[in-house]
């Protein structure tokens, strides 16, 4: 027999015990009721029953014996729920029709009426003999155990109490006959709940063991139901945890907090405690599994390794989240989890928010797309080294420093306009398997005081909860040098660049700032950078391999290109030759035909004429 079948089993021996309590009732009143043989009885009282009653008088205190509980399913209630044995026999008389409906008969018959059907609070103390000015009338009271833990209804507030009907809440009558819904078995480490001593874990939302999640900040009144998440918590003999609490009002914190000696309890957030807020300070943790740790759990069992995703740092929840999406997905085609699905599901944990201040770029070019010097190659394959490897850098072998710096990676860009920082960082983007968030000045620089520093904070913000590279381009505009304070406004933009040299040493995330002239940045953001990577323009060998790389390998070419010569011949960047590539694809295309040398030339021309460059016939003339 299976452990469900003996508590079931357990529960109908008990139920017999009730049935046997309710035929003594029903026999003393066939003895002793000489209006039972009326038919109308129940809608009026007869001037000989009134006369009975008046001879009865009050009932005398006493009781019956009431046996202990011990074992099964009831008797780990009583365990947990602090219940006595007169408790639990009263919850067995209230369980008796949910389980049988011959009692609602029966409760129907012995409450003189026959449309209530379920037990009043005067029948049960009856059925057990107990007095109704007796002790046991309290274990009915709001601050007893079995209605405090929600085992138990005391209904019709409007009646007197002994004619108020008891009932057992359906969770109560599922969770006795063995239907509990599966727990989470998360974990974190080290992070344990015991009664008396609740936990605050910030910055995560795991605990080890057994749980019962709630979720209250989506509730339109959370405090209604701390009640039934305590009570779940109880009945399975579980922690309860509750989170995010950042954003619960007060008296639910102090409601939950005041339940603390039932149930392990652990609160998790993001924001430090505010011990004003309840008058328990629960213990707080702020220790969380490292980035490495939250993807060996969530990734368990798909075969892709944990290494292959270290660039990106997420919750415990997201991180769970990201790889359920990279589950479906594969499941969806018929085969196994692979690194490149996790990381689709990475980008569909990234808020929308960043994406209403930055320019959202899905990076499409590569290493080989992109022409620079190798010292430069090297300093970007450091960048994303950087990004790949924090976990263990800074985490595992502790070389963060102190000050408060944050986790990130910072760099720098410098070169002219056109030599590839943008697409730079589009490479370094797409070699992490993240999207480029390209920052518009025109939603950050303000003309008002302080209005620059809150656009920036919104963009920080709202980039720690993405995995992507952040891309300020131009940035001398707003990380330029600090000046000597003359007036108001130079004091002000002294304080603007104070805040911003904070703001980007607490970055967690990546960013990457680019400028024309690295001059113009302030010593001090050239000191906190990680990274710094030249980009010059490119020489005529350079200038070759733009060329044709930029002509790709689908476009037609004719014979008669010579794309030697105009990488000798015209010093442009690399932008200006994809520029002119575009062009002279526009002229082949329009004439039907080939990209030719005419085309090229020409659109070499146009491009000079754009940049506002002297044209010399000289140099645009052909050997």
Wanted: hydrophobic share 45%; net charge negative.
């Amino acid at each position: 027999m299976t452990a469900l079948a003996e508590d079931v089993g357990v529960l109908w021996e008990r139920l017999g015990a009730v049935e046997a309590l309710v035929r003594a009732a029903v026999a003393r009143r066939l003895a002793a009721d000489p209006g039972l043989a009326d038919p109308h009885r129940g809608l009026y009282l007869s001037d000989e029953m009134v006369v009975d009653l008046l001879q009865a008088g009050p009932a005398e205190p006493g009781g019956a014996e009431v046996p202990p509980v011990v074992g099964g399913p009831l008797g780990r209630l009583a365990e947990s729920f602090g219940l006595s044995a007169v408790d639990v026999a009263f919850l067995l008389i209230a369980l008796a029709p949910e389980l049988d409906a011959r009692f609602e008969r029966f409760y129907g018959y012995l409450n003189d009426d026959v449309t209530r059907r379920c037990p009043t609070v005067g029948l049960a103390l009856d059925l057990h003999g107990l007095s109704t000015v007796g002790p046991a009338r309290f274990r009915f009271a709001a601050s007893a155990p079995l209605v405090a833990g929600g085992l138990l209804e005391v209904r019709d507030p409007e009646r007197p109490f002994l004619s108020r009907e008891v009932r057992v809440p359906d969770r109560v009558v599922a969770h006795l006959l063995g239907a509990d819904p599966a727990l989470d078995e998360s974990d974190v480490d080290g992070v344990v709940a015991e009664r008396g001593a609740a936990v605050y874990l910030r910055g995560d939302d795991q605990v080890a063991g057994p749980r019962v999640v709630g979720e209250l900040t989506g509730s339109p009144n959370p405090l209604e139901l701390v009640p039934d998440l305590v009570r779940e918590a109880r009945l399975r003999g579980a922690t309860l945890v509750v989170g995010p609490v950042d954003d619960l009002p007060a008296p639910v914190l102090r409601a939950l907090l005041a339940q603390e000696e039932h149930v392990p309890l652990v609160l998790h957030g993001t924001r430090p405690w505010d011990p004003a807020c309840a008058p328990t300070t629960p213990l707080t943790i702020t220790a969380a599994p490292s980035d490495g740790q939250r993807w060996t759990r969530a990734l368990a069992g798909t075969g892709v390794a944990a290494a292959d995703l270290s660039a990106y740092q997420l919750s415990t929840g997201r991180t769970r989240a990201a790889v359920s999406v990279a589950r479906r997905m594969a499941a969806r085609e018929g085969r196994a989890v692979t690194a490149a699905d996790v990381r689709a599901g990475v980008r569909s944990q990234d808020g929308a928010g960043l994406e209403r201040l930055a320019r959202r770029v899905f990076p499409t070019v590569g290493w080989a797309d992109l022409v620079v010097p190798e010292h430069t190659r090297h300093q970007l394959v450091q960048l994303a080294d950087r990004a790949r490897h924090r976990e263990t850098v800074l985490g595992r072998w502790r070389m963060r420093p102190g000050g408060g710096r944050g986790r990130g990676v910072l760099a720098l860009f410098a070169g002219e306009s056109g030599t590839g920082k943008t697409m730079a960082a589009e490479v370094v983007a797409g070699e992490l398997g993240m999207d480029l968030y390209v920052v518009d000045l025109s939603t950050v620089v303000d003309k008002y005081v302080g209005e620059t520093e809150k656009n920036l904070e919104r963009i920080f913000t709202e980039a720690a909860g993405v995995n992507g590279v952040l891309l300020f381009d131009e940035a001398d505009a707003i990380f330029g040098k600090r000046a000597a304070v003359r007036d108001a406004h130079d004091r002000y933009a002294n304080m603007e660049s104070a805040y911003l040299l904070q703001r980007m040493e607490s970055f967690d995330g990546i960013a990457v700032l680019t400028t024309n002239l690295r001059a113009n940045l302030d010593e001090a953001f050239t000191r906190r950078l990680d990274v710094i990577a030249a980009f010059p323009v490119p020489d005529a060998a350079h200038r070759l391999l733009l060329w044709d790389t930029c002509l790709g390998t689908e476009l037609p070419r004719s014979e008669d290109l010579d794309l030697a010569w105009c990488a000798d011949r015209f010093e442009l960047s690399g932008g200006a030759i994809r520029a002119c590539a575009v062009s002279a694809a526009y002229l082949a295309a329009a004439g039907g035909r080939a990209v030719c040398m005419a085309d090229l030339v020409a659109a070499v021309r146009a491009e000079y004429l754009k940049l506002g460059r002297l044209i010399r016939e000289s140099e645009f003339a052909q050997r």
